[in-house]
């Protein structure tokens, strides 16, 4: 039985898989292909991340179906509903990259609060000639310590987010729709933890109290952060986004930044890739990673773990 890895698998998933008799194909098929080739090699499972669609087109197209699976939680790349209406199993790993992605925001964090992404453009720059300009333009930096860090979206990865912030010493609040609260538990290195209560909060209530806003909601319709949403938060607020691209209206946050409302802004993703806007990719108050969120190898290793185990149990028997 055939696997079309279309976006890539890590080798330990492709060994599992062959371990259990499965063929894998890691071959990179263009989108506009990708049914053709489905039925033309008898693919039984296409497994994607975020980069190929499997939408009702290539549903239809493709009866010999059996498995769509993504490695990563969202999954708005791919006709759920619909699949599941044709009898195709739909899988994904909600939990395997949670620790990647909250890591990267983090990263975006401490390199917005001290300024990481504008001293590495112009250190190579300046660096031999304006060394103390620099110096001092980049002198008041912050610490995230006794800061308060507002979670929007308190699922799997939101509250490990939240682990991260609270070993920091941060004060932690979240909003989500269908999340009324939350027990965090943070283990220290010599097996002792600590478990934090939290209790989710209205959205208007954590813009106006967090200092840091982090977004981890699914793609959806409209933005969640708006001009309205902007000009309810704190002054200097820093803002993350390593969740979907579409739910930071982009116009209305370099606004803010160029008003000096927003502080700095990390971002992962973008409203258009893989082609975000200039003014989004030359703003010097605004660190960037092209969507690499759940891109480390021990989250891939994890990924790829998990769909070959899901696929192995649906078809291991058919």
Avoid: W
């Avoid at 791919?78 to 195709?88: N, T």
């Avoid at 308060?148 to 979240?174: H, W």
């Avoid at 992962?268 to 759940?294: R, W």
């Avoid at 994890?302 to 058919?318: D, H, P, Y």
Wanted: aromatic share 6%; with cysteine; proline share 3%.
């Amino acid at each position: 039985m055939k696997v079309l890895a279309n976006d890539g698998i890590s080798k330990v998933g492709i060994k599992t898989l062959e371990k259990a008799g499965f063929e894998v194909i890691t071959t990179k098929v263009a989108q506009e292909q990708v049914a053709n080739y489905i039925n033309l090699h008898d693919i039984k499972v296409v497994l994607v991340r975020s980069a190929t669609k499997i939408k009702q087109d290539i549903i239809d197209a493709c009866p010999g179906l059996k498995i769509i699976g993504r490695g990563g939680v969202g999954m708005d790349n791919i006709d759920v509903d619909y699949a599941r209406s044709k009898g195709i199993h739909v899988i994904n790993t909600p939990g395997s990259s949670s620790e990647s992605v909250a890591e990267l925001v983090f990263a975006h964090l401490f390199t917005g609060i001290r300024f990481l992404h504008d001293s590495n453009r112009n250190m190579p720059l300046e660096g031999d000639t304006n060394f103390d300009g620099l110096k001092k333009a980049y002198a008041n930096g912050l610490e995230l310590r006794g800061k308060t860090l507002g979670i929007v979206g308190f699922g799997r990865i939101g509250q490990a987010v939240a682990k991260m912030a609270l070993g920091l010493g941060m004060k932690v609040i979240a909003a989500d729709k269908y999340v009324n609260e939350a027990v965090i538990r943070v283990d220290f290195y010599n097996g002792q933890f600590i478990n934090v209560e939290i209790i989710t909060e209205p959205l208007e209530d954590l813009l106006k109290h967090s200092d840091f806003i982090t977004l981890h909601v699914p793609a959806q319709e409209g933005y969640v952060l708006d001009k309205a949403e902007f000009e309810v938060m704190k002054n200097d607020v820093g803002i993350v986004n390593c969740a979907r691209g579409g739910v930071i209206n982009e116009v209305a946050l370099v606004e803010a930044l160029d008003a000096e409302k927003v502080l700095f802004a990390g971002l992962d993703v973008f409203e258009n890739e893989p082609t975000p806007e200039i003014q989004i990719l030359m703003h010097p108050k605004i660190s960037l990673t092209p969507h690499i969120g759940a891109a480390t190898l021990e989250a891939q290793d994890r990924i790829g773990t998990e769909l070959a185990e899901q696929i192995i149990s649906l078809l291991k028997n058919k």
